[in-house]
């Protein structure tokens, strides 16, 4: 396999739908009166938990390109401070973040100019592979605990799956 062909695998797995659902097929159905909910017995609503999916994938993206990269505080920082987001223009405005970022990741990887197996800008022996992975890794883990919400709370059904 090229370059080329496993650059644009790993960007396959980075936007879900490989092993793991995407969040794309889903996150609209979700009512925005729902968001901040947190089903019984979890510690985590719709909205907190894809804040940290965004906030994550934002922080492991800004790793390996800024410049002026500076190391979150952890957890106070990957979590939201409300159940809920202010407004919906709040709401759409997370969800386009998340997106928008996704793909520059994407374009990053898909760079050959990048090369996936040297430590990326701020890691010094944290590969672009290495961060790419954690990313994908993430998603998913927790890509399933948001249609685990979304089903408790009645919004997606297991038949839509």
């Not at 390996?64 to 759409?92: F, Q």
């Not at 405005?93 to 050959?112: C, G, H, P, T, V």
């Amino acid at each position: 396999m090229d370059s080329s062909t496993a650059r644009k695998q790993l960007v396959k797995h980075l936007r879900g739908g490989e092993a793991f659902m995407a969040i794309d097929d889903f996150i609209d159905q979700m009512d925005f009166k729902m968001l901040g909910k947190r089903p019984e017995g979890l510690p985590y609503s719709f909205y907190e938990l894809f804040y940290h999916i965004r906030y994550a994938q934002k922080d492991i993206l800004d790793f390996c390109v800024s410049g002026t990269y500076k190391t979150p505080n952890w957890p106070d920082d990957y979590w939201p401070g409300s159940l809920a987001p202010k407004n919906a223009t709040a709401w759409e405005k997370l969800k386009s973040d998340y997106f928008k970022e996704r793909e520059e990741f994407a374009s990053f990887i898909l760079n050959e100019n990048n090369d996936l197996l040297r430590p990326v800008k701020n890691g010094k022996d944290k590969t672009l592979l290495r961060e790419l992975m954690l990313v994908v890794q993430h998603t998913a883990y927790h890509t399933g605990q948001l249609l685990l919400i979304s089903r408790l709370l009645g919004v997606y059904s297991a038949r839509n799956s």
